[in-house]
């Protein structure tokens, strides 16, 4: 079936970086964009961007920018999500999620979610 | 930027009743790129509407979707106990917004 893993939980400590990753299976990984999306403890839901899982091409929110890296292993069809200089603020779950459309179609919905992974943020 | 706010934030009712929860846009919603998750403690959203009106696969006909341009609602027209949840809205256009969500919990 179509699923997202993604790897586990991180105690990261402040400024350091997290690589988080993201392996799909059930489906032709290349075909869709892959989003990220993170969430603070007992908060909502946070947009951070996405990767052309086909060419690596990659869409950021301004407020992450310069810090969050999205990148892509197709061989293995994995998507991986870096974020650096942590502050305690970054502390959240993140999750992938794919596109629900072709990469070639029109904007899609998140149709499938990996299941989070909790990092957090202390010295 | 699109701003979503969702109303109420906490919605209050009994297993059978019929739940109406709203998202409203500060700008016209391109092509009703309008979607609604549900969430519940400890899970990853899941997808209920896209399109502002589709139902996802799998999704019970119980939850509706309704409305274009900067209103929507989303409809459970009778409450099971696992619809107890947390739902939010999203625009998914250029951008991918989220509302902050609002709490259906047991009456």
């Known amino acids: 079936q179509v699923q997202l893993v993604q790897s586990g939980a991180e105690v990261m400590q402040p400024g350091a970086s997290v690589k988080v990753s993201c392996k799909a299976s059930?489906?032709?990984?290349?075909?869709?964009?892959m989003h990220w999306v993170r969430q603070a403890p007992g908060q909502g839901l946070e947009w951070m961007g996405r990767?052309?899982?086909?060419?690596?091409?990659?869409n950021y929110v301004q407020k992450f920018q310069g810090r969050v890296t999205m990148t892509r292993d197709t061989s293995i069809s994995t998507a991986y999500m870096e974020l650096s200089w942590l502050r305690s603020d970054d502390t959240a779950v993140y999750y992938c999620?794919?596109?629900?459309?072709?990469?070639?179609?029109?904007?899609?919905?998140?149709?499938?979610w990996g299941q989070g992974t909790m990092v957090t943020v202390s010295s | 930027e699109i701003v979503l706010t969702q109303s109420p934030g906490t919605l209050s009712l009994s297993p059978g009743e019929r739940a109406t929860l709203s998202c409203r846009a500060s700008q016209s919603v391109s092509s009703s790129y309008l979607a609604w998750y549900q969430q519940k403690p400890g899970q990853a959203p899941r997808l209920l509407i896209f399109?502002?009106?589709s139902r996802a696969t799998g999704i019970p006909d119980r939850f509706s979707g309704s409305g274009s341009g900067t209103d929507f609602t989303l409809t459970i027209s009778r409450l099971e106990p696992e619809d107890f949840a947390v739902y939010y809205c999203?625009?998914?256009?250029?951008?991918?917004?989220f509302g902050q969500g609002t709490k259906l919990e047991i009456k």
């Open positions: 399109g502002a009106s």
């Open positions: 999620a794919r596109d629900r459309e072709l990469i070639h179609g029109a904007y899609g919905a998140f149709d499938i």
């Open positions: 990767i052309n899982a086909n060419s690596g091409g990659t």
């Open positions: 999203q625009q998914y256009g250029s951008s991918r917004l």
């Open positions: 059930g489906y032709t990984f290349t075909d869709y964009y």
